[in-house]
C-alpha cells in the first residue's frame, strides 16, 4: 500500500505551472510544502501519500508577507510559522497569529510547516486557523479556471476537510483591515507541558475598545474543542458594547462553551475540554484587553 | 583517592556523540544487507485460526518469511519461562509477533507482512488485574503450571510471582496503634522511551553468527539467542555499537534470535530498526501499572508501630524480570523506615497489556509515589510536620531493614536533610505553590565480573571488560579507576567493551552494577600490573616496593619524588625482554546481607538490599488551579552514594533521574483502548522537554560502604528516578489541599481531584 509504485514527484518553478500541473493531475495530485503534516502522517501509516506530488517550495512568490494600504495583511500560503512569528509586522498588529506560530509544534516544525499546509490540513488542534477567524481572514485559491476567494470558516469543513476543489492551490491568506479603535488580540492555548504541545483547548480573542474602554467589536474563536475551529458568537455578543468589567468578561467566557462540540480522546475527557473553554477564553479575553488599552499609551 | 578520583571528568565518548561521529546499530550496513519487518497481532487477546505466509514468501524480493513453524519450539524467559519467538497458537498482546520477513528493501518487507493471510478469533482481554486474580478469572496463561521458573518463584494462574514480607507481629502492632491511616494509589505504565529504538543486525558466517544489536546486556541477549535457536555460546558473538539509551527497556534478550533465524534462512545479512510504534507496543520491558494499598498504624507521637501493604503489580503477557521487581516493590512499599511489625504482599498478574519489565528502578518511582505520598497523609493525621515525621522513624545505622539486615553507616537521614535544607523547608511560599518531601532507598546489585587490562609499550593500557555502556557513563568512568590505580592520565586508557567475544560475562547496565561490579575488577587487574611494575621500578631503584607509588606516568619514592622511572620505559623494556604485562580481576562479588530468609515467601534474587543508596527530593510546584496543569519550578536532591567517584558523572545521574521522574510524575502513562496502546508516539506519550527542566540544586552526603563497590561506592544509575515523582506529588497536596492518587498525574486528573472527582 505505502509502495512507492508509479507514483511521480513534481517540483513545479513557477506558480502558472503549478496551476497547469494541478490541472492536469486532478484528484491524484497532492500539494507538498513543508511536508510536517503530509509525511509525518505517511511515514506513521495513518495515510498515505498521493499518487502525484506537487512540491510547491520553488513558488518563492508565496513566501511574502505584506501590509496592505488600508491596514489590512496580505500573507502567501509558503509563509513558514517561524516567519510569522519573527515579522515585526505581524507581532505588532496582528498579534494573536504571532502568539500561535510561537506555538506550533517544535522550533523545527515552525521553520519548515508553512501557512497554507496548516489551514489545508485542517485539524481542528490547528494554531493558525482560530487568529485567523477573528481577524475575519479568506483565503485565496487559484485553479486554472482562476481565482477565487472564501471565508476562512467556509474553507474548513471538518477534521481534514476543506473545501478546496481538484486543481486547485491555496495561495495565500487575505486579512482586511483590523476595526476602528484601539484593537488588541491575542492567541492563548492550554498547554501540559512548556513546549512541543498540541492544542487540547485554545482561543483567540480580538477586541476594539472606544474611548471610553467600551468593547465595540469582540471575536472569538476556538481551537481544538469542535471538527474545525469555530467561532463563538454567544460570547461575542456578550462583550460587544459593553464596558469589559471582570464580571462581564467572565460572563462571556463562559457562555463560548456553547461553540464547544469537544471529544473524548487520548489528549482529553469531553467534560476537561468543556470545562477549560472559559477558563481559557478567559484568559485569552484578559490577554488581548491588556493589549488594547496598552495601544492607548 | 586524590588524582584522579573526586575530580570531574568528561566522559571519553561524549565527544564523539555530540559531534555525530559515533555510530549505532541502525547506522550500520552490511554489503548485501537484508531489511527485516515483522508482522504483529494488533490484537490483545486471540486464538491463531490461520497463519498462512505463502504469498508473503511468493513475493519477488521476499528472501525469508519465518513464524514458530520454522523456529525451535522453546520457551524463555528471564523469570518464568512462559513465551517462544513467534505467537504460539494464541495471542496475548497487540505487539506479538506472527511473522518476520527479510527482503530486498524496506517497503518491501512491508508489503510481505501485508500479503500475511491471518485468521484471529478475537478473545475478550484480561485488562484488570484485581479482576484477574479472583478465582475462576480466565487465564492469560492456560498451560501456566507446564512452565518451569527460577526457584523460589510462587505462581498460582494469573498470578506470576507473589512474594511477602512478614515481620513483627502485625495485629499486635495495630493494637498499639493510637491511629490507623489506610490509602490506595494506582499508577498506570509507563515506558523507558529511549531516543534510539531497538536495532539488531546479524550476520553469519559459517556455523558463526555477529549480532550487532542495541541492547543494555549482551550476554543475556547471547543466552536468548543460544537458548532459543540451540546454538553454543562460542557460535554467536553480540557486539553493542554505541547504545542510544536503554533506560532498561533494552535489558535482557529481545529480537536478536529472529533476525539471527531471517538471516540464516535468507543466508544474508539482515537488519531491523523499530519505529516508534514498535518501540511502544512491541517491547517488553515498560514500567508496571500497579495498585498499591497501605494499611499503617502510628502512635500519636509519630512512632510507626505496624505497617501492611498490598501490591498488583500488572506485568502484561509475559513475567520478563515481573517476579524479581515485585520482590523489589515489596522493599520499597517498606521504605526507608523503622518497622517493628509489618506485612507487605506483592502480586505479579498477568495481563494483555505489553509486557512490563526493568525500566530503570523497576517499580521504584511508583512505590514511592504510592508510599511517601501515604506517609504525608499520616503526617497530616498526627498533625506533624512531615520532615519532623519522617526523622522520627527513618533508618539509621544500626537499624534493622524490613528483611532483618542490619544497616551500617548510612546517609538516610542526613540525605533527607540535605533536600530540605537546600528547597528551604519551611519557608512561606507564594499562593498556588506548594513544597513536598519524599525519601527512598535502592539497592546496588552484587554479581560476577571480570576485567583484563594490557599495558601496552608506550606506557598507554586497555581496559577489556564486558560491561555495557547505556549511556550512564559508568564504563566510561572504568578507565578512570584504573588511571587511579596505574598512575596514569585517564585519556591514556582505552576501552573495549560491549562485546561478548571480547570481554568476561557481565550482566550488563541493570541493577545498577556496573560500577559496583566491573569496577572492583577494574581494581583487582590494575593491582596485578601496578604489583609488577613496582617490583620492576624496585629493582631499579634499588627499593623497597612498598616505599613506592605510581603517580603521574612514573613510579617514584614515596619520600623522594626525584627517584622515579616513568611507566612508559618500565613497559617498553618489559616487552623487548619477551614480558607482557597484563593484569586479569574477576573478584567474588559481595555477599547479600544476612536476611529472614526462611519466613519471607517469594523471595529469588533480593532477600535484603546489599549496599543500599539513600536519598530525599524535594520539590517545590505551581499548580494552576483552574486547569490542573503544574509547573515544577525546583527539585533539590540529597543523596548518599556511598562515595562519589566522578562528581560530574553522578550529578549528570541526578540531574537525568530528576527530568526522568518528573515524567512519570506528570505526564507519562500508557493509554489503553481494549488492550491497545491508544498513544503509541511521542506526541501523546509526553515527555518532559528542556524547557520543563526545573531549577536542581543537589548535595552528596559521603557514607562508604563496607562491602560496596571501589572505594564504597554504590550503585547510581537508578536511585535519582525513584525519589522525584513522590516529592511532586506531595508538593502538589500541599499546594491544592487534595492527593492525586492516579499516576501519572495529568492536568485532567489534578482538575478532577480539585473538583473532588477521581479521574
Known amino acids: ?297 | 583517592m586524590s588524582r584522579v578520583l573526586g575530580r570531574r571528568f568528561v566522559r571519553a565518548d561524549g565527544l564523539p556523540k555530540v559531534t555525530g561521529q559515533a555510530r549505532y546499530a541502525a547506522d550500520l550496513v552490511l554489503p548485501g544487507m537484508l531489511h527485516a519487518a515483522f508482522l504483529h497481532a494488533g490484537v490483545p487477546r486471540a486464538r491463531i485460526r490461520r497463519l498462512d505466509v505463502s504469498a508473503a514468501r511468493a513475493l519477488p524480493g521476499v528472501l525469508a518469511v519465518l513464524t514458530q513453524d520454522d523456529v525451535p519450539f522453546v520457551r524463555f524467559g528471564a523469570a518464568v519461562e512462559d513465551r517462544t519467538l513467534f505467537a504460539h497458537e494464541v495471542v496475548r498482546f497487540e505487539g506479538e509477533i506472527l511473522a518476520a520477513v527479510a527482503a530486498l528493501t524496506p517497503e518491501l518487507a512491508d508489503r510481505a507482512c501485508r500479503l500475511i493471510e491471518v485468521e484471529l478469533e478475537a478473545l475478550p482481554p484480561v485488562l484488570d488485574p484485581e479482576a484477574a486474580l479472583a478465582p475462576g478469572a480466565p487465564l492469560v496463561h492456560e498451560d501456566w503450571q507446564d512452565y518451569s521458573a527460577n526457584d523460589g518463584i510462587v505462581r498460582d494462574g494469573n498470578d506470576c510471582g507473589f512474594v511477602n514480607i512478614v515481620k513483627g507481629d502485625i495485629e499486635a502492632g495495630f493494637a498499639a496503634a493510637d491511629e490507623i491511616v489506610e490509602g490506595r494509589y494506582v499508577a498506570d505504565m509507563s515506558h523507558p522511551v529511549p531516543i534510539e529504538p531497538h536495532a539488531v543486525l546479524a550476520q553469519w558466517e559459517g556455523d558463526r553468527v555477529t549480532v550487532w544489536s542495541t541492547t543494555q546486556t549482551p550476554f543475556p541477549a547471547r543466552n536468548g539467542l543460544t537458548r532459543t535457536l540451540e546454538l553454543p555460546e562460542s557460535a554467536v558473538r553480540v557486539v553493542v555499537p554505541h547504545l542510544g539509551g536503554g533506560f532498561g527497556g533494552k535489558c535482557e534478550f529481545h529480537f536478536e534470535a529472529h533476525v539471527a533465524a531471517l538471516a540464516r534462512a535468507a543466508r544474508r545479512p539482515v537488519r531491523l530498526v523499530f519505529d516508534r510504534r514498535q518501540e511502544f507496543t512491541a517491547t517488553d520491558m515498560a514500567r508496571h501499572g500497579i495498585i498499591a494499598t497501605f494499611r499503617t498504624g502510628v502512635r500519636r507521637d509519630g512512632t510507626i508501630v505496624a505497617h501492611e501493604a498490598s501490591l498488583i503489580l500488572d506485568t502484561g503477557a509475559y513475567a520478563t524480570h515481573g517476579p524479581v521487581i515485585t520482590e523489589i516493590a515489596t522493599m520499597m512499599a517498606a521504605g526507608p523506615y523503622r518497622h517493628p511489625n509489618m506485612l507487605v504482599e506483592g502480586r505479579t498478574v498477568y495481563s494483555n497489556r505489553t509486557p512490563a519489565g526493568s525500566t530503570r528502578a523497576p517499580s521504584g518511582p511508583q512505590v514511592c509515589w504510592a508510599l511517601e505520598q501515604h506517609v504525608d497523609a499520616i503526617a497530616e493525621r498526627l498533625g506533624l510536620d512531615k520532615l519532623e515525621f519522617r526523622l522520627r522513624n527513618i533508618v539509621a545505622e544500626g537499624d534493622e531493614g524490613p528483611t532483618g539486615q542490619r544497616f551500617e553507616k548510612i546517609g538516610a537521614r542526613e540525605s533527607l536533610l540535605e533536600a530540605a535544607r537546600l528547597i528551604g523547608w519551611g519557608r512561606p511560599l507564594p499562593p498556588g505553590d506548594g513544597m513536598g518531601l519524599a525519601v527512598g532507598w535502592w539497592f546496588s546489585a552484587p554479581g560476577p565480573a571480570g576485567c583484563y587490562i594490557k599495558l601496552n609499550a608506550d606506557g598507554s593500557a586497555t581496559v577489556v571488560t564486558g560491561a555495557q555502556e547505556n549511556g550512564s557513563g559508568s564504563v566510561m568512568g572504568l578507565a578512570l579507576l584504573a588511571a587511579e590505580e596505574l598512575g596514569l592520565a585517564p585519556e591514556r586508557i582505552s576501552l573495549v567493551y560491549q562485546d561478548t567475544d571480547a570481554g568476561a560475562f557481565d550482566s550488563g547496565s541493570s541493577g545498577s552494577q556496573t560500577t559496583f561490579n566491573v569496577g572492583r575488577a577494574v581494581l583487582a587487574a590494575s593491582a596485578q600490573i601496578r604489583d609488577r611494575l613496582l617490583r620492576m621500578a624496585a629493582d631499579e631503584l634499588e627499593a623497597n616496593p612498598l616505599d613506592l607509588e605510581l603517580v603521574e606516568g612514573v613510579v617514584r619514592a614515596k619520600d623522594a619524588p626525584g627517584r622515579s622511572v616513568v611507566i612508559a620505559a618500565l613497559a617498553r623494556r618489559a616487552q623487548d625482554d619477551g614480558e607482557l604485562i597484563t593484569g586479569q580481576g574477576n573478584p567474588p562479588a559481595p555477599k547479600m546481607p544476612d536476611s529472614l530468609g526462611g519466613s519471607c515467601a517469594g523471595r529469588v534474587a533480593f532477600p535484603a538490599f546489599a549496599a543500599p543508596a539513600f536519598f530525599a527530593h524535594a520539590a517545590r510546584v505551581r499548580v494552576d488551579r483552574e486547569t490542573g496543569v503544574v509547573r515544577v519550578l525546583e527539585v533539590a536532591a540529597g543523596h548518599e552514594f556511598g562515595r562519589v567517584l566522578n562528581p560530574i558523572g553522578v550529578e549528570g545521574q541526578v540531574e537525568g533521574g530528576i527530568v526522568h521522574g518528573l515524567g512519570i510524575a506528570l505526564s507519562e502513562g500508557t493509554v489503553f483502548r481494549d488492550g491497545n496502546q491508544a498513544n503509541p508516539h511521542l506526541l501523546d506519550y509526553k515527555l518532559q522537554t528542556a524547557a520543563d527542566v526545573p531549577a536542581m540544586k543537589i548535595a552528596f552526603v559521603d557514607a562508604p560502604a563496607a562491602d560496596g563497590g571501589p572505594y564504597g561506592s554504590k550503585g547510581v544509575g537508578e536511585p535519582p528516578v525513584v525519589p522525584t515523582a513522590a516529592a511532586v506529588a506531595n508538593a502538589i497536596a500541599a499546594a491544592t489541599g487534595v492527593r492525586v492518587r492516579h499516576l501519572p498525574m495529568t492536568p485532567v486528573r489534578v482538575w478532577a481531584a480539585l473538583a473532588g472527582e477521581d479521574a
Open chain 1, 1 to 297: 500500500m505505502a509502495v512507492a509504485v508509479g507514483r511521480t514527484y513534481h517540483a513545479p518553478a513557477s506558480l502558472d505551472e503549478a496551476i497547469a500541473l494541478l490541472a492536469e493531475l486532478g484528484n491524484d495530485a497532492g500539494v507538498v510544502a513543508g511536508g510536517t503534516d503530509l509525511v509525518v502522517a505517511a511515514r506513521g501509516g495513518r495515510r498515505q501519500l498521493p499518487t502525484a506530488l506537487v512540491a510547491i517550495h520553488r513558488l518563492s512568490e508565496l513566501a511574502t508577507i505584506e501590509g496592505s494600504p488600508f491596514g489590512g495583511l496580505a500573507l502567501g500560503a509558503l509563509v513558514t510559522h517561524a516567519d510569522l512569528e519573527r515579522s515585526d509586522l505581524v507581532r505588532r498588529r496582528w498579534t494573536a497569529l504571532a502568539d500561535a506560530a510561537a506555538l506550533v509544534g517544535s522550533p523545527a516544525t515552525r521553520h519548515v510547516g508553512t501557512l497554507g499546509g496548516n489551514l489545508c490540513n485542517a485539524s481542528p488542534a490547528m494554531e493558525s486557523g482560530a487568529p485567523l477567524l477573528v481577524y475575519d481572514a479568506s483565503v485565496e485559491l487559484r485553479s486554472a479556471s482562476g481565482t477565487r476567494g472564501l471565508p476562512l470558516a467556509d474553507f474548513l469543513l471538518g477534521p481534514a476537510r476543506t473545501a478546496l476543489a481538484p486543481g486547485e492551490l491555496l495561495t495565500g491568506v487575505t486579512v482586511p483591515p483590523q476595526p476602528a479603535g484601539r484593537v488588541g488580540s491575542a492567541y492563548l492555548r492550554l498547554d501540559y507541558r512548556a513546549s512541543m504541545e498540541i492544542a487540547v483547548v485554545g482561543a483567540a480573542v480580538l477586541v476594539a475598545l472606544d474611548a471610553d474602554g467600551r468593547c465595540t467589536e469582540a471575536r472569538i474563536a476556538l481551537t481544538a474543542v469542535a471538527p474545525t475551529v469555530v467561532r463563538a458568537a454567544d460570547a461575542e455578543t456578550a462583550l460587544r458594547g459593553q464596558l469589559p468589567t471582570t464580571e462581564r468578561v467572565a460572563a462571556a467566557a463562559a457562555r463560548a462553551a456553547a461553540a464547544a462540540r469537544p471529544i473524548d480522546d487520548v489528549r482529553a475527557t469531553a467534560r476537561y475540554r468543556t470545562a477549560m473553554v472559559p477558563v481559557i477564553v478567559r484568559r485569552a479575553i484578559e490577554a488581548a484587553l491588556k493589549r488594547a488599552e496598552e495601544e492607548a499609551a
